[in-house]
Each structure stands twice: as C-alpha cells, then as structure tokens.
C-alpha cells in the first residue's frame, strides 16, 4: 500500500467512526475528495452541501450538483447573502473570514437540522502554511472537522486520490470565490460581483482554462496562464472581449501580462482560501 493510500484508508476509516457528516462542498477537488470520502466511509450517512450566494459563480453551483452526482452523495444547497454583513461588504484583509464565518455557520444550521453533528471542510495539509488564511481562523473557531489536514493529505496527495476515486474533478484549478476580484479596501458590491461573473463565463466560453478577471473599481484586468497568454493576444479574442466587457460596464479592459497570479489584488491574503480552502 503506498502511502497516499494509506492515508486515503486512514481518513475514510476515521470518518467511519462518525454517526453522520456534512461536507462543506464547493466542488472543487479538495471537498470532494472529502465528500468521496465520506461516502464510502458512511453511505447515505453522509451529506454534501453547498452555500448558495452573491459571491458563487452559478456554473460553479452547476458543477457542484454534478460532481455531487458523480459521487453518489446525497446534496443540499442552503442559501444566504455575504452582502448582509457590513464587515464583509468593507472588504479588508479579513474578509475570508467573515465570508467563511457565515458560510459554514450556514453548514452547521443545516446540520443541526439534519440531526448531524460534525461538519467537514476540505482544508488540507498545505493550506495552514499558505501565507494568511483568515479563513482557517473560522474554521478552527467553529470546531469544523478537516480530514484532509487532520491526516496530513496535501494537495498533490489530494488530486491522488481523486484520481483513485475517478473524479471529474481531479485536475480541476483552483476557483476562488468571486469577491477575491475586487482589490482589498474596495467595497464587494452585488454589481461588482456581477460583472465580474459574466466577463469570466466569456472567458470559459473561449475556453480558457486559468483565469481571473479584476474589477478595479471599473478597469477590468483580465489574468490568464502564462500557457495562455498568446492565445489571450490574438485579435479576434481581443476585439470581442473589449467590446462585451465594455457592454458589462468596465470603462477600460487590460490584459495582465504577468498572466494569472493568486492573490494578485490582495497581496498579504491568499484568495484560495475563499471557496472552501481549495478553490
């Protein structure tokens, strides 16, 4: 047995000894590796749920439904509005921690309903040394169980065992919640995130791979992989996409020639942490 799936058993067999859990589930690799894990460990005694709001781009909602399905795992989707909290909407360094705050306090209502007690997210082992992580303070705050770091299951360990459970989503980039696009200090508005959701559904449908779109208070700064970053200057792409960013209402669209870059309009955060550790 190599060591991945050593771990893989250790974490599945611990979960095991739970009468029931709810996964707090993006979608991403990380909480569904948590939630493959869960279900084989627990059956229909576990739980995936997903936080429905403002800053969660709907094909992310999509595709959680979908890998949820993949999975087998019973799926929940509970909404609420990050714009509701002052603290959230000033957007300072701290703002992973009030989102993920009220996000999985939603997990833990839902839970409470559900008759589960422990709830799980998908932090693993390299996230507690990725530079400030507000949102790991809640985490611990609100005694969330992490099988993934309790077990020291990085995140190569973690697209790993992905890969064994056959996931879609074992490759899958990193996906931040859309409130990491507005530079820190500026206010999240439900227009700023908006716009911001609609430029990037443009770059998926050219079919970029990684990729942010910046919203510096109407300037759009579009990020892509150093891989894509010719693509990016071909003309046909560049005249449509300055037309219909322009049509969304950035007054000016750039392209940042030092290509995709986390944490780029909040250098002392890493946006990562936003979604639900992973994405």
């Not at 050593?6 to 859990?21: C, I, N, Q, S, Y």
């Not at 007690?117 to 990725?130: L, R």
């Not at 910046?214 to 891989?227: F, Q, Y």
Request: aromatic residues 4%; glycine residues 6%; hydrophobic residues 35%.
């Amino acid at each position: 047995m190599t060591t991945v799936e050593a771990k893989r058993e250790a974490a599945r067999d611990e979960l095991a000894t739970h009468d029931g859990v709810l996964v707090a589930f993006s979608g991403g690799v990380d909480s569904s590796v948590v939630a493959a894990l869960a279900h084989d460990a627990l059956g229909d005694d576990a739980v995936a749920c997903t936080a429905k709001s403002e800053t969660l781009p709907e094909a992310e909602l999509e595709d959680a439904a979908r890998v949820a399905d993949e999975i087998g795992i019973r799926h929940e989707i509970v909404s609420f509005s990050e714009l509701e909290s002052d603290q959230f909407v000033e957007n300072d360094d701290e703002r992973c921690y009030h989102c993920r705050t009220m996000r999985l306090g939603e997990m833990i209502e839902t839970a409470r309903d559900l008759g589960i007690e422990t709830v799980c997210d998908g932090t693993n082992a390299d996230d507690p040394g990725a530079g400030h992580r507000p949102g790991l303070q809640a985490v611990e705050e609100l005694e969330i169980h992490s099988p993934l770091l309790a077990h020291d299951i990085t995140k190569d360990e973690v697209r790993a065992i992905a890969d064994q459970y056959d996931l879609s989503v074992a490759d899958k980039p990193s996906m931040a919640c859309l409130s990491s696009r507005i530079p820190t200090g500026l206010e999240v508005t439900e227009e700023r995130l908006t716009r911001v959701e609609r430029a990037e559904a443009l770059l998926r449908q050219w079919g970029f791979d990684q990729f942010r779109v910046r919203d510096h208070d109407g300037l759009a700064r579009i990020e892509v992989s150093p891989a894509e970053l010719e693509r990016a200057l071909q003309r046909e792409f560049v005249e449509t996409v300055r037309d219909e960013l322009s049509d969304l209402g950035f007054d000016h669209v750039t392209l940042d020639l030092h290509g995709y870059r986390t944490g780029s309009v909040s250098p002392e955060s890493d946006e990562t942490v936003a979604t639900e550790s992973d994405d």
